[in-house]
T-cell receptor, first 110, second 113 residues
Framework: RKEVEQDPGPFNVPEGATVAFNCTYS??????FFWYRQDCRKEPKLLMSVYSSGNEDGRFTAQLNRASQYISLLIRDSKLSDSATYLC???????????FGRGTSLIVHP | NAGVTQTPKFQVLKTGQSMTLQCAQD?????MYWYRQDPGMGLRLIYY???????DKGEVPNGYNVSRLNKREFSLRLESAAPSQTSVYFC????????????FGDGTRLSIL
């Protein structure tokens, strides 16, 4: 059974801090990875895809480490609005069924 | 650009009642999914439809049925609602070819008394 594991947190950080989350996966055949953001039981929204070469979008950087089977999300200069739950997702090539982690809670305080 | 639309947004049912949750997407996606999300449990897949005309069970299909009405629409039916089915239900879709992320509707909050 494929599994995706995340530290549930919460990660409690001040504004302006840099914070990083890791997500480990068990399926060595996994090919695609994504980070989603979910606010207070609203729908998950795609934050970014994770490419083998890494991916940066503004303050957010996602990286993949295939050797150790984990992906990471780095948030720089945290904003209050970054407070949310971050879900990591893996997808095996050709599979219709993504595997979601249970999420990591981030709280950014003033 | 509506994306994935779910109806209703909220519903309260009595035990034993039936209802259908509707989902439609306008992105020409092939695959559609139904999830439920409960506190501390994460997203759990109920049913999915890899393409029009096919449906398959996910992790927690008991007590539910689905219909892929056409490429756009994928409905979830509770035949005899039970309090254990109180949850937030999300519909999602994706293109399905290999590396495509899912796009979610904004959910249906269902309470069963």
């Amino acid at each position: 059974r494929k599994e995706v594991e995340q530290d549930p947190g919460p990660f409690n950080v001040p504004e302006g801090a840099t914070v990083a989350f890791n997500c480990t996966y068990s399926n060595s055949a996994s090919q695609s990875f994504f980070w989603y953001r979910q606010d207070c039981r609203k729908e998950p929204k795609l934050l970014m895809s994770v490419y083998s070469s890494g991916n940066e979008d503004g303050r957010f950087t996602a990286q993949l480490n295939r050797a150790s089977q984990y992906i990471s999300l780095l948030i720089r200069d945290s904003k209050l609005s970054d407070s949310a739950t971050y879900l990591c997702v893996e997808l095996s090539g050709g599979s219709y069924i993504p595997t979601f982690g249970r999420g990591t809670s981030l709280i950014v305080h003033p | 650009n509506a994306g994935v639309t779910q109806t209703p947004k909220f519903q309260v049912l009595k035990t034993g009642q039936s209802m259908t949750l509707q989902c439609a997407q306008d992105m020409n996606h092939n695959s559609m999914y139904w999830y439920r999300q409960d506190p501390g449990m994460g997203l759990r897949l109920i049913y999915y439809s890899a393409s029009e005309g096919t449906t398959d069970k996910g992790e927690v299909p008991n007590g539910y049925n689905v219909s892929r009405l056409n490429k756009r629409e994928f409905s979830l039916r509770l035949e005899s609602a039970a309090p254990s089915q109180t949850s937030v239900y999300f519909c999602a879709s994706n293109r399905s070819f290999g590396n495509q992320p899912q796009h979610f509707g904004d959910g249906t909050r269902l309470s069963i008394l």
